[in-house]
């Protein structure tokens, strides 16, 4: 379908890496912040500690139900930093900084009272987090994500070489900067749920990219006098149709997600909707001309560098 374009992905690396950088400046700056004590992030109880108590009202959420209980909360407890969101058609999820039990159960009965609900009614869910858990969970999210990328990096490099590891992980490194920025754009709850994102972003993502990888070695091996530059942009035409088909694919299920979803569905459905369309738009536009402005700048200095299996473009 694509493969009749006259289009160079490569010749239009710079254009593409403007667009990149606006994509991941906000995730860029959110991150180097983070050292100096200014946050950006939405963190959520799951990195911060804190308690979740999630409550059956039996009447149907709407937002002046969540604005009244978030100012019963916050009359209740005395705390300001109180986020209430959607958990069901009559349920709410309640978010707060370290509370005693004392004080939820005083939170939770003047929710009774307010809401006229039965005397014996109980919590769903009353949940404590500390500090130090979430610090735990902090960096368990650090650490998955970093032997992510160093087992990709591994495992390219063994079957490429070494220049297309490292475009890859780069791109990786991109996609997961571009979610971070829709976290804190969107402010979108930071919590465990990014994990479970930035891994399944990583797992797309990078599968895209050796699709994409594996046809420029065919390619260079049907073709090895043709430039690597042309090998990767007639690579890229070829599986374009293959990358848009499962992104697409996957994206009309998350867009059901964020339609017919809960608040916390739709917490996790958006980072996740952006992070696979990033992913697409890097394993295409990104990681092949990277590869080869790597491969380039290698040449200047002298070294060379031949994909495995195939001879030097």
Known sequence: MFQKLNFSFTGHFKLFGVISILLIATGLVGLILMPFGVNLLNLDIDFLGGVSMQYDLQ???????????????????????????KAGETQVLVKSLEMDT?????????????????????????DYVSASVGADLRNSAVTAASIACALILVYIIIRFELWSGIAAVLALLHDLLAVLGAYIIFRIPFNINFIAVALTILGYSINATIVVFDRVRENAKRSPKDAFSAVVDRSIL???????????TTLFSIIMLLII???????????????????????VCISGPLWNALRNLNK?????????????A
Do not use: W
């Open 102 to 126: 004392h004080t939820r159960d005083a939170v939770f009965q003047a929710c009774v009272e307010a809401f006229n609900l039965p005397e014996d009614s109980q919590p769903i869910s009353d």
């Open 261 to 283: 979803g809960v608040t916390s569905i739709r917490n996790f459905a958006l980072p996740l909707f952006i992070g696979i369309l990033v992913g697409c738009y890097s394993s």
């Open 300 to 312: 200047k200095r002298g070294k060379g560098g031949a994909i495995k299996g195939a001879a030097e």
């Open 238 to 248: 070829q599986t374009m149709t293959r990358s848009l088909n499962t992104t697409l």
């Open 59 to 85: 009447t149907p959420i709407t937002a002046e139900v969540q604005a009244q209980v978030e100012d019963i909360v916050k009359d209740v407890s005395g705390l300001t930093a109180v986020t209430v969101t």
